[in-house]
Each structure stands twice: as structure tokens, then as C-alpha cells.
């Protein structure tokens, strides 16, 4: 058990609708990353939020965004869901800004139909 | 051409065997090195990571770092079937842009090992 927390573990949707996923990160930890893991595309970096600003971008497409609250916890949401978009969604946390030493949750499987 | 090449597999291998999984990358800006290891439907765990180029070891498993060849290595020795996985190279660097700093990290595409009994 990493100690990083995600829900829901899975998700079955349709396209066009608007999902959110949640993730808690490990106690002191203040950066949370997002990726997205797909068979195709492998494990792909989203963005990273540090103590509740943005602080890096990856391939996040404008339909999806994220933002870190006061306790940490963040929340990435994605929006006019299409079937590419399905995938496991990971979130990560790590102490510092350099994503050194990240640890993993368990995901969230999004099934888009 | 992808800054991060893993070598695809899949690999099988009996029990006992001395595994090898590598990637190479394009980037002479990355600055630390990891592997994972992800088991089915799980997220990815962290084995090791090092900083600089030589050879690092912990129990069975050794990360090698060659920044010269822009090479990295994991090998596991003494194989199990619990080491059945995927393993994903990992690689960053620190970025200082704009005014503010944060690092960025670079996967491979996974490589899949199975150890049969």
C-alpha cells in the first residue's frame, strides 16, 4: 500500500458526459501528479500540482483539468468524454517539485461508452 | 523518435534466471533514473532509482546507469514467479523555466516479464 488513495476505483460512463476522479496523496507529501495509462499510449504525465498551484503540464488535453485543494487532496476532471478517453487514470505523490521518488495509487478505470 | 525506448518483450523465463530489462533514451538532460515495477490492475510501485551512472543494488535486483551510452539497465537475479510484472524505466530531470521550477518525469512503454515455475 503506497499510502495514495484514488476514487472511484472504477467508472463506466458515456461520451459526452463529465467525470470526476479524486486522489489523496501520502501524508507530507505536497505534489500530486496525474497520468494516464493506456495500452497504446502507455503511461503518459498529465500535470502536476505542488501545494496547490500548478506547477508542470504534459499531454492534458483542454477537456481535462485538475486542481489541488488546502488539504492536498486534488481532483482531475474530465469533460465531453470521448471513447478514447478511456484508460486508467493514476495519480501520484511525491515530497517535493522534482518527481523524484513518486508513489502511486491504485487508479481509476474509466470505461467511456 | 520517443525520448524514452524500452525494449518491448514480452520475456518469459524459468524460475531462477537472471533477467535484463533496458531502455535507452535521447535526453542528456535527465538527471535521475527509476524502475517500477506494476503488477496487473495495480499502480505503479517504485523498485529503485539512482542519481549517476554505475551500478546500484538492492537484494536481487541491480540498476545499472550508463549516461554516456544514454543507457539503463535492471537486472533481477534469482528470478521468482512473484516477479511476474510489468516494468517501466522511469527517467527526469529539473527544469527551471519562466521563473519557476519543477521536474519532469519520462516513462518507457513497459516491458512484460513473466518467470514460470
Known amino acids: 500500500d503506497s499510502g495514495v488513495t484514488q476514487t472511484p476505483k472504477h467508472l463506466i460512463t458515456a461520451t459526452g458526459q463529465r467525470v470526476t476522479l479524486r486522489c489523496s496523496p501520502r501524508s507530507g507529501d505536497l505534489s500530486v501528479y496525474w497520468y494516464q495509462q493506456s495500452l497504446d499510449q502507455g503511461l503518459q504525465f498529465l500535470i502536476q500540482y505542488y501545494n496547490g498551484e500548478e506547477r508542470a503540464k504534459g499531454n492534458i488535453l483542454e477537456r481535462f483539468s485538475a486542481q489541488q485543494f488546502p488539504d492536498l487532496h486534488s481532483e482531475l476532471n474530465l469533460s465531453s468524454l470521448e471513447l478514447g478517453d478511456s484508460a486508467l487514470y493514476f495519480c501520484a505523490s511525491s515530497t517535493g517539485l522534482a518527481q523524484e521518488t513518486q508513489y502511486f495509487g491504485p487508479g481509476t478505470r474509466l470505461l467511456v461508452l | 523518435q520517443k525520448e524514452v525506448e524500452q525494449d518491448p518483450g514480452p520475456l518469459s523465463v524459468p524460475e531462477g534466471a537472471i533477467v535484463s530489462l533496458n531502455c535507452t533514451y535521447s535526453?542528456?538532460?535527465?538527471?535521475?533514473f527509476m524502475w517500477y515495477r506494476q503488477y496487473s490492475r495495480k499502480g505503479p510501485e517504485l523498485l529503485m532509482y539512482t542519481y549517476s551512472s554505475g551500478n546500484k543494488e538492492d537484494g536481487r535486483f541491480t540498476a545499472q546507469v550508463d549516461k554516456s551510452s544514454k543507457y539503463i539497465s535492471l537486472f533481477i537475479r534469482d528470478s521468482q514467479p512473484s516477479d511476474s510484472a510489468t516494468y517501466l524505466c522511469?527517467?527526469?530531470?529539473?527544469?527551471?523555466?519562466?521563473?519557476?521550477?519543477?521536474?519532469?518525469?519520462?516513462f518507457g512503454q513497459g516491458t512484460i516479464l513473466t518467470v514460470h515455475p
Open positions: 535526453n542528456s538532460a535527465f538527471q535521475y
Open positions: 522511469a527517467m527526469g530531470s529539473f527544469i527551471n523555466a519562466g521563473g519557476t521550477s519543477y521536474g519532469k518525469l519520462t
